[in-house]
Structure formats: structure tokens, C-alpha cells
């Protein structure tokens, strides 16, 4: 079975500054995919980036960007210039490839405070 | 194009009362993912259901709980006799055929009192 941990329940940053949250899981699977969820307090979803374990190449979507390290089993997420609206629950998750299932893993999620 | 809709979003019921979610995914997903979120806590996975199968249902309780996908209409999660540890969101996502980019719902958050 996999595990994702996230070690840091809270955080905050500065308006503009930038942050990292982390992420470590635990699988014995060669193929599979990392992402960064957002929920807001309107408790919606949102996917925020992902990351394919077969791509060396770090993933990147506008002010968020990732730092995968497989062999350590690591998968950070770094918010650049943050804002306001950034503030929220950040949870990573694991999904295996194939297996016939798409089922997430999620960690127990950061919250993220962005401070005016 | 409508993302994916769940109601009702908020849902009271009383312990032994049964609790209807519904979810319908975004045009064209039809595969249908449930995930349960207690207070505090991330997501965990339920079910994984496809049009009229289930395919995987390894995270639901063994009792109680239920899912469907019907050829028409949205996708139901059933809970029978509820209990107060119940009480939590559930998720809807859903996703194309074999992609692994699941699209969540807004969420039902059950009350059970």
C-alpha cells in the first residue's frame, strides 16, 4: 500500500515571498503520478500541478513548481510570489499507473497561510 | 461546460436515517471516483465506478455503504443507518476513460445528529 506524508500541518508566508511545502510518499511501484491539490475554504478541489514519475524533468504551471527527487521519494511544492488567494489546504497525492484502478492517495494536507 | 455537480451540498440526517449523494460527472467522464473526507484529515478513496460496474470498491466500509453508476443519471452513494462518525464530506471526481486526471465536485457534507 502507499503512503503520502506531509510533515507540515501549517505554514504561513508573506504576500509575494515564496514558500515550500513538503511532501514525501512511500511506494514500491516504479510508474505512477504525484500531484498538488488546493482546497480553499470553499472546499472545492483543485488541481494544482502534476508531476509523471517517469519524467525526469520538474513540472511547472505559472507561479507553482515541484521538486521531485524519486530516489528519495520527495515531492515539494514551491509557490512563487504568493498571493492572497493562495491561501488553503494543499494536499499531495499518489496515484499508481495501470493496475485497472485511478484510485488517489491523499497526505493529510498543509494549511497554507499567505499574510497581507 | 458544467464541471462536476454534487447534491445536495449540505445534508442533515438523524442516526438510522439513510443519506443520498448524488454526482454527476462532466460531459463525456465516465468514469466516477468517491472519496471521503473527515474533519481534519485528507482525502480517502471509496469507489471507482465506470458506467453500470463497479470496478474498485476496496476502500468502502463493508457495511452500510453502497454505490452505484446507472446507465442514466448520476452516480449514487447510499448510506444506510447512518452514524454519527458518518458525518464528513464526500467527493465526487470524475475523469475521462483512463486518465488519470480526476476533476472534483464542490462536495455533500453530511450531518448526521
Known amino acids: 500500500a502507499q503512503t503520502v506524508t506531509q510533515s507540515q500541518p501549517e505554514m504561513s508566508v508573506q504576500e509575494a515571498e515564496t514558500v515550500t511545502l513538503s511532501c514525501t510518499y512511500d511506494?514500491?511501484?516504479?510508474?505512477?503520478?504525484l500531484f498538488w491539490y488546493k482546497q480553499p475554504p470553499s472546499r472545492q478541489m483543485i488541481l494544482v500541478i502534476r508531476q509523471e514519475a517517469y519524467k525526469q524533468q520538474n513540472a511547472t504551471e505559472n507561479r507553482f513548481s515541484v521538486n521531485f527527487q524519486k530516489a528519495a521519494k520527495s515531492f515539494s511544492l514551491k509557490i512563487s510570489d504568493s498571493q492572497l488567494g493562495d491561501t488553503a489546504m494543499y494536499f499531495c497525492a499518489f496515484m499508481k499507473h495501470g493496475a485497472g484502478s485511478y484510485q488517489l492517495t491523499f497526505g493529510k494536507g498543509t494549511k497554507l497561510s499567505v499574510i497581507p | 461546460n458544467a464541471g462536476v455537480m454534487q447534491n445536495p451540498r449540505h445534508l442533515v440526517r438523524r442516526r438510522g436515517q439513510e443519506a443520498r449523494l448524488r454526482c454527476s460527472p462532466m460531459?463525456?467522464?465516465?468514469?466516477v471516483y468517491w472519496y471521503r473526507q473527515l474533519p481534519e484529515e485528507g482525502l480517502k478513496f471509496m469507489v471507482y465506478?465506470?458506467?453500470?460496474?463497479?470496478?474498485?470498491e476496496s476502500g468502502m466500509p463493508k457495511e452500510r455503504f453502497s454505490a452505484e453508476f446507472p446507465k442514466e443519471g448520476p452516480s449514487i452513494l447510499r448510506i444506510q443507518q447512518v452514524v454519527r462518525g458518518d458525518s464528513a464530506a464526500y467527493f465526487c471526481?470524475?475523469?475521462?476513460?483512463?486518465?488519470?486526471?480526476?476533476?472534483f465536485g464542490p462536495g455533500t457534507r453530511l450531518t448526521v445528529t
Open positions: 465506478l465506470q458506467k453500470e460496474n463497479i470496478i474498485d
Open positions: 460531459k463525456g467522464h465516465s468514469h
Open positions: 471526481a470524475s475523469s475521462l476513460d483512463y486518465s488519470y486526471e480526476q476533476y
Open positions: 511506494t514500491s511501484e516504479n510508474n505512477y503520478y
